[in-house]
Antibody, heavy 122, light 107 residues
């Protein structure tokens, strides 16, 4: 079964750090771009970071740029999100998603994890 | 930066009724980069439509997408009980962008 499973969420104090993981099974992530998307309580979906298959293209939303770092280990079939300088506004459920796309074409984010919850609170 | 605005914010309908959801971009976009997602509480979002009008694998044909330029529409021809959820349009670009969502609730 094709699946993504996030982990690493928890409660952290403002200014703290957390590292999220997203492990894939049923497929090799090496040929796919991947995203992190979050949903704050009572809010909609917010894209926060994108990484291409060979990690040659990395993008961040302005809300997390300079604080969050996306990375991947294709050998471990895993995606990561290092989150530093966390604030209450980063409290959310964090989802990873698989992208089906190539140069000049986009077929959407077809596989998503169930999410991991991050709470930033003192 | 392109902003996607979805309307209405909430749609109250009964099972069997037709749902029409709108997504408007602040400037003309490439329709092949526009998709729609369904999201239920506690679940993973689900890809419904990509390329503005192509149903994703396994999506029932009661879901259809249309539009071009700045105006896009997701239509659910006859609502089933499992269709009550929040729906997001999304645009691929250097910065991926979601609309604010439309909640389809049971009337």
């Amino acid at each position: 079964e094709v699946q993504l499973v996030e982990s690493g969420g928890g409660v952290v104090q403002p200014g703290g750090s957390l590292r999220l993981s997203c492990e894939a099974s049923g497929f090799s992530i090496s040929t796919y771009s991947l995203n992190w998307v979050r949903q704050a309580p009572g809010k909609g979906l917010e894209w926060i970071s994108y990484i291409s298959g060979p990690s040659t293209t990395i993008n961040y939303a302005d809300s997390v740029k300079g604080r969050f770092t996306i990375s991947r280990d294709n050998a471990k079939n895993s995606l990561y999100l290092q989150m530093n300088s966390l604030t209450a506004e980063d409290t959310a459920v964090y989802f990873c998603s698989r992208v089906v796309a190539g140069p000049g074409w986009w077929y959407g984010m077809d596989v998503w994890g169930q999410g991991t919850t991050v709470t930033v609170s003192s | 930066e392109i902003v996607l605005t979805q309307s209405p914010g909430t749609l109250s309908l009964s099972p069997g009724e037709r749902a029409t959801l709108s997504c408007r971009a602040t400037q003309s976009v490439t329709s092949s980069y526009l998709d729609w997602y369904q999201h239920k509480p506690g679940q993973a979002p689900r890809l419904l439509i990509y390329g503005a009008s192509t149903r994703a694998t396994g999506i029932p044909d009661r879901f259809s997408g249309s539009g071009s330029g700045t105006d896009f529409t997701l239509t659910i021809s006859r609502l089933e009980p499992e269709d009550f959820a929040v729906y997001y349009c999304h645009l691929y670009g250097d910065h991926l962008t979601f609309g604010g969502g439309t909640k389809v609730e049971i009337k």
